[in-house]
């Protein structure tokens, strides 16, 4: 039997560790330490990995609560990111009664939105929004578009229960009744003639409006040949009814076959919603806050708000919304969202600070802004591109159903002649039973099925997919771009093994000062050391930690202990200026990241490392990966990497990134993901994103693509030898409407069959 993660439940193959990633360890430790273990007697099988967030800055919510002081009970409708089954809502609920300012919480999974109130006299909500961070959850502004009522979902419900109704009085008929009693045999053919009509009008409607707008514009659209079954299949039962009465119709099965294509459709629709609602919906650049000085006052604003010559207040893990001028002391910034390198830079005072940095040290900054935010570099590089994608799936698609649909007309003229000569009643029996016969259930009911398989699973794997045509157009991509720091790389350092051997040295009590010192910084080194000591799991001893001091660009001092700058490489830690040992850092790849290098190339994909860092950082991690210099590429700003991704050939890439200098290349490539699910772009622009540490839900979004079509290629086969042996026994005569009404569903069972069991949990080979 396969180890498990002890979170998340997803496979760990050859990994010893008991966690896919470092996300699960994180919220395992902390359900466990708060006592709510119950978390794991509630959640499912499998669940996706929680999402490693930045911390929230949560001047949105200062927006919105500056005109609520009359009160201290005080409410929000709010949309809520990360939620993938019940015991998400259960641990939020759990979590939120622990605060003390809480009255009522009630959350809708399945749109992701939350009605919160609280007594802000007792508590500050952003305590527990900042506790469900840590666990992968996050609140925001209500965003997503209010939801309408959902028609295809209607249409579907009422045509399964016209379609229960239908069976039920098509029951009568094979079970005997007859002319010979005649107000209930007229009166239960009648109401099936009723009952088929609205369900033709009311469900078939989409799918019949959606080929006559394909036709119109000379298209034969996957719904031709849909429509065209439920318009012959009725006006079959109609002519049986009209000639031979009601028991010769066959209303039920056309009821039947509308519900399950609505069925189908829904489901289809339904996961994508699923998916787009598990994060927070974004209006890009209108997601941006900071904070401005205002009479002498701190308010949070609208970044696009913005102009040149604010004075403005960037706390902690903030982003600097323009360019401008820093204040005061020293401030070290990180600049891997906008130019991808992954050291932090320290800016002295009256240095120009880059639009798109972060704050990465303890101590807040002020910034003169010296340009409007419309002129802003970060106002180019979060604009949406609008340009619509063809899927080149959809047109194989597209081709198959023109062949389809001309194919079953021109046979069923042909049926129509032949017999025309010998009884013309049996001509019109034999053009009908080909119609009905080749009813195109492989592409309206066993379609939708294997991408609502596919999506699922790929979704158990925290794999989420936005727009369904991926799947279609991941077909003909042939290179794999990836951004490296923070795709690639963990987007943060880790000790080289000789540090941890050196670590593992150290006296309980120097570690236990270094970690106090450490775990009060936002500097990517202590942030990386503080990591490595919690994982030693030290005893408990008592330190003050209350006098650490951080001296930007110098490190962090605690009485006579330093730790920073020294004489040597790496940073140094001592004691009244006597040195003790050195500790040197390294980016952190991935786990994952070598060994799904290797299978994307062997299994014949180029695979491309882009990144806005140095040449020797790129080629250490390009050889650590096996990726030849050649396909390796440093120092390169956004329009550098969006021309490379342009001329890589434009329908055969997919960039997967994270920061905001991969925007214009996610614009310029066919395919696009990204792990960064708390950016205010990429994952809009992106056809999936991911979660957990790994980058091997590239490889398998890819391969889930190429096993859904080989599925639906071994259906249309399957289907294309039912129809040719049902259309000769049609053509022979053998065959009336009637039993061609009960082939149909039989045919539709057996496909239904075979796409479950090979694309079913069990056979899901794509997702190992």
Not at 260 to 266: F, I, N, V
Not at 360 to 381: C, H, P, Q, V, Y
Not at 568 to 590: A, D, H, P, V, W
Request: charged fraction near 20%; hydrophobic fraction near 40%.
């Amino acid at each position: 039997m396969s180890r498990k993660c002890l979170h998340c439940g997803l496979p760990l193959g050859k990994s010893d560790d008991k966690f896919c990633c470092n996300g699960c360890r994180t919220v395992y430790k902390l359900i466990n330490a708060t006592g709510l273990n119950q978390f794991y007697d509630i959640k499912s099988e499998a669940i996706a990995p929680p999402a490693e967030l930045r911390p929230d800055n949560f001047a949105w919510l200062d927006i919105m609560l500056e005109n609520n002081t009359d009160t201290s009970l005080l409410q929000l409708k709010l949309d809520v990111q990360g939620i993938h089954c019940a015991a998400c809502v259960w641990l939020l609920q759990k979590l939120f009664d622990r605060f003390d300012g809480a009255l009522n919480l009630r959350i809708n999974p399945a749109l992701g939105r939350a009605d919160i109130t609280w007594d802000s006299n007792k508590g500050d909500i952003r305590e527990y929004f900042s506790e469900i961070e840590q666990f992968g959850y996050r609140f925001g502004p209500q965003r997503k578009s209010s939801p309408k009522s959902d028609s295809l979902q209607l249409r579907m419900g009422i045509c399964i229960a016209i379609a229960l109704n239908t069976m039920m009085y098509s029951l009568s008929f094979y079970f005997g009744l007859t002319s010979a009693d005649s107000s209930t045999y007229y009166l239960f053919g009648n109401l099936n003639l009723v009952l088929a009509t609205v369900s033709l009008v009311f469900g078939g409607w989409p799918f019949i409006s959606a080929a006559v707008t394909s036709l119109r514009r000379r298209i034969i659209h996957l719904d031709v040949p849909i429509a065209m079954g439920m318009i012959f299949g009725y006006g079959g039962s109609v002519y049986a009814f009209l000639t031979e009465g009601p028991d010769a119709a066959y209303f039920d099965t056309i009821t039947i076959f509308i519900a399950l294509m609505l069925t189908g459709r829904w489901l289809q629709e339904s996961v994508l919603k699923k998916n787009r609602n598990a994060l927070l919906a974004s209006d890009g650049i209108a997601d941006l806050f900071t904070r401005r000085f205002q009479e002498s006052k701190i308010i949070a604003v609208p970044a696009t708000g913005i102009k040149s010559g604010d004075q403005l207040w960037i706390a902690p893990g903030d982003l600097v919304p323009v360019s401008g001028i820093l204040q005061g002391n020293a401030v070290t910034f990180s600049l891997d969202w906008i130019t991808g390198e992954s050291d932090p830079k320290q800016y002295d005072s009256e240095a120009e600070v880059p639009a798109g940095a972060f704050n990465a040290s303890s101590t807040g900054a002020i910034i003169i802004a010296d340009e409007d935010f419309s002129s802003s570099n970060l106002n180019d590089l979060m604009r949406s591109s609008s340009e619509p994608k063809p899927a080149e799936g959809q047109q194989w698609w597209h081709r198959v159903s023109t062949i389809y649909v001309v194919s079953v007309l021109l046979l069923a003229i042909f049926g129509f002649f032949y017999w025309l000569g010998t009884d013309s009643k049996k001509a019109v029996e034999v053009a009908v039973a080909i119609l009905i016969v080749t009813c195109p259930c492989a592409l309206g009911i066993a379609v939708p099925l294997a991408k609502e398989l596919v999506h699922n699973g790929l979704r158990n794997n925290g794999i989420l997919l936005r727009h369904d045509d991926f799947l279609d157009r991941a077909l003909t991509v042939t290179k794999v771009i990836f951004d490296k720091t923070g795709t690639i790389t963990a987007g943060r350092l880790e000790l080289t093994p000789q540090s941890h051997e050196i670590l593992q040295k150290q006296p309980p009590k120097i570690l236990a000062i270094l970690q106090a010192m450490t775990t009060r910084s936002n500097h990517p080194v202590s942030k990386c050391v503080s990591e490595a000591l919690i994982q030693m799991e030290l005893p408990e001893i008592d330190i003050d930690a209350d006098s650490v001091t951080e001296i930007a660009g110098q490190g962090l001092q605690l009485n006579e202990y330093k730790f920073g700058k020294g004489s040597q490489t790496g940073t140094l830690f001592s004691e009244n200026g006597e040195e003790l040992f050195y500790l040197e850092t390294g980016e952190k790849i991935r786990q994952d990241a070598a060994d799904e290098v290797t299978e994307l190339k062997t299994t014949g994909y180029e695979v491309y490392l882009l990144s806005g860092d140095n040449e020797s950082r790129v080629n250490t991690v390009a050889q650590a990966l096996g990726i030849a210099p050649k396909y390796a590429f440093s120092e390169m700003d956004p329009e550098s990497k969006t021309k490379m991704v342009a001329k890589l050939d434009k329908k055969n890439t997919i960039m997967i990134g994270d920061g905001l200098n991969d925007s214009l290349g996610f614009d310029a490539a066919w395919c696009a993901a990204t792990p960064a699910v708390d950016s205010a772009v990429l994952p809009q622009k992106a056809d999936f994103y991911y979660l957990g540490d790994g980058v091997g839900a590239v490889r398998k979004a890819l391969s889930a693509a190429h096993a859904l079509s080989k599925v639906q290629k071994i259906n249309l086969g399957f289907a294309a030898g039912y129809n040719s042996i049902a259309v000769g026994i049609c053509l022979a005569g053998w065959v009336n409407p009637i039993v061609a009404a009960v082939l149909m569903p039989l045919s539709s069972l057996t496909i239904v069959t075979l796409t479950t069991i090979q694309l079913g949990r069990r056979k899901q080979r794509w997702m190992s």
